[in-house]
């Protein structure tokens, strides 16, 4: 049985070590190959003086290099943190900062791209390039810089591991907030041992599965691909991609089995061609990180007869929390299911006492994923890691949950629906309206690929609803605005409608509505 999260490659290795385990490109990596390098890599970062608990940045794309670098900090009994690929300078060094990252694994172009800001990160101490820089840098020439080679060489001496237990961190995953600069969500190597087992349990991965990761790592949903797979001893595709039908392809090209996505991926892929052989070895797909639009759902069963769909909702700091079998999308497409395996999911009022059925009430989740707090920051987490719900008072210890901010209601045979997350409410008129209800207006009637409903500040409405398109093709803003006449209620009406090209995204490929109702804050404002 797996207890620390590098044993999950060691595990297969002891029965199947020439089970292909990682694919990029050209490459193949058995479960004994892989091993080997996480081996290396390991050995290597204690060699650089690695210290237990100490934290090991890893800022590449998604390539065999990473995934080496993130096993191997755990191996060596370090923590490995994922950085985002698609992060700036300046967001690399607040993480670099933040966490007290003394390793960091990049490329030598990433590395001259973050040379006026390293020398602001006082405890990075080395850096580990995966290929040879292409000119020196003598403002950086405080830190150790070798090539991967040099680092972690093939004829490495074996090096004596931390020892460490379950409990211990195993990583940090920055996730963005509401306001502010990103939170480091700490992961024990419990959290995820036990997140890949459950995730495995209820999508029924085998050694066979051929998972295609297009996640980014510092996503937990995205991290989860290659976990799960190595649980069970599948293979791992790694893939970072420029248009949705390159993912198509790559299902075609290397037979794959499973495969995760986010909402506005998941709107662009439905509108794609999928080729029969993607249709046929294509045994499931999956959705989180926000509610599927229903007709995305429906475009994807009729592209994908033979595939099930798993809905799904999960937050960082507790990995995974609900799935809606297979079996439910037909006849319960809106809901985001029941609580996964080893898990507890409560739905409650402010004071804690739990909802009645159909009551709205905050989404609080117990058990075995729940992670370890936000690094260096107790006032954060005492804000959402609390003590649980209805715990016994003969139990001395207080049990501590994440009470995810998110306002659910649960229906009368236990399947839960996602309303909105506090902090996107919008509160207009008096009322409170989700912006997911809005948008499922548009969705449903196919006016638009992309929406977003925000509140934005309006000077007697409190906020005022601003609905913002893009993928519209002959619509207008008024043909917009009259379908939302036909279906919503006068409370519930965006003030304005705006189209535009695109709606951006945020690090993990969400909408970043945190940007728009920046850019839109002043809209109804008088004067404007």
Not at 213 to 235: E, I, K, N
Not at 375 to 404: H, M, Y
Request: proline letters at 7%.
């Amino acid at each position: 049985m797996s207890v620390l999260l590098h044993q999950l490659i060691e595990s297969t290795v002891t029965h199947s070590p020439d089970r292909i385990a990682l694919v990029h490109k050209q490459q193949e990596f058995t479960y004994s190959a892989l091993q080997d390098q996480v081996n290396m890599v390991a050995s290597g970062l204690l060699g650089l003086g690695l210290a237990p608990s100490e934290r090991v940045a890893v800022y590449l794309p998604k390539q065999p290099e990473t995934v080496f670098g993130l096993f191997g900090a755990a191996q060596a009994g370090g923590v490995f943190v994922p950085v985002n690929p698609l992060l700036k300078p300046h967001q690399v060094a607040y993480i670099l900062k933040d966490c007290n990252v003394r390793v960091l694994i990049t490329s030598s172009d990433r590395l001259k791209l973050l040379a006026e800001v390293l020398p602001t990160c006082h405890d990075l101490r080395s850096v580990v390039v995966t290929d040879a820089p292409r000119e020196a840098h003598p403002e950086i020439k405080a830190l150790d810089i070798q090539h991967w080679e040099q680092a972690f060489p093939k004829d490495n001496e074996q090096r004596q591991l931390h020892r460490r237990i379950d409990a211990d961190m195993a990583a940090i995953l920055y996730t963005s907030g509401s306001t502010g600069n990103p939170k480091g969500v700490v992961l024990s190597h419990r959290n995820m041992v036990a997140g890949a087992e459950s995730v495995a349990e209820y999508l029924e991965n085998r050694p066979d599965d051929r998972l295609l990761a297009v996640l980014p790592f510092s996503f937990d949903y995205g991290l989860s691909q290659m976990t799960t797979a190595f649980h069970v001893g599948a293979r791992v595709v790694l893939m970072d991609y420029l248009l949705p039908r390159d993912v198509i392809r790559a299902v075609e090209r290397y037979d794959i089995t499973g495969l995760a996505a986010v909402p506005p991926l998941w709107n662009q892929l439905a509108q794609q061609e999928w080729p029969a052989a993607a249709r046929e070895t294509l045994r499931y797909i999956t959705n989180s990180g926000g509610a599927m639009p229903k007709t995305t759902t429906a475009s994807l069963q009729q592209a994908l007869p033979s595939t099930d769909i798993y809905l799904m909702y999960g937050l960082t700091e507790a990995f995974r929390s609900t799935y809606l079998p297979p079996s439910q999308v037909n006849i319960r497409p809106e809901s985001m299911g029941k609580a996964i395996p080893n898990a507890e999911i409560l739905v409650v009022r402010e004071d804690g006492s739990e909802c009645a059925p159909g009551e709205p009430g905050e989404l609080v989740h117990r058990g075995a994923l729940v992670a370890q707090g936000y690094w260096n920051d107790p006032e954060k987490t005492a804000e959402r890691f609390k003590p649980c719900p209805g715990q016994a008072p003969e139990i001395p210890l207080t049990e501590i949950a994440v009470w995810s901010g998110d306002q659910v209601k649960r229906d009368e045979e236990g399947y839960l629906y996602f309303i909105s997350r506090k902090d996107e409410m919008i509160k207009t008129s008096g009322y409170r309206v989700s912006p997911t209800e809005v948008e499922e207006v548009i969705y449903s009637c196919k006016l638009a690929s992309e929406v977003a409903a925000l509140g934005i500040p309006h000077p007697t409405l409190g906020q005022a609803i601003l609905l913002l398109v893009a993928g519209t093709g002959d619509e207008t803003e008024e043909s917009i605005l009259q379908q939302c006449r036909k279906a919503l209620p006068n409370f519930m009406l965006p003030q304005a409608v705006l189209i535009r090209e695109s709606l951006p995204r945020n690090q993990n490929g969400k909408i970043d509505r945190k940007s728009l109702s920046q850019e839109y804050r002043d809209l109804f404002q008088e004067g404007q």
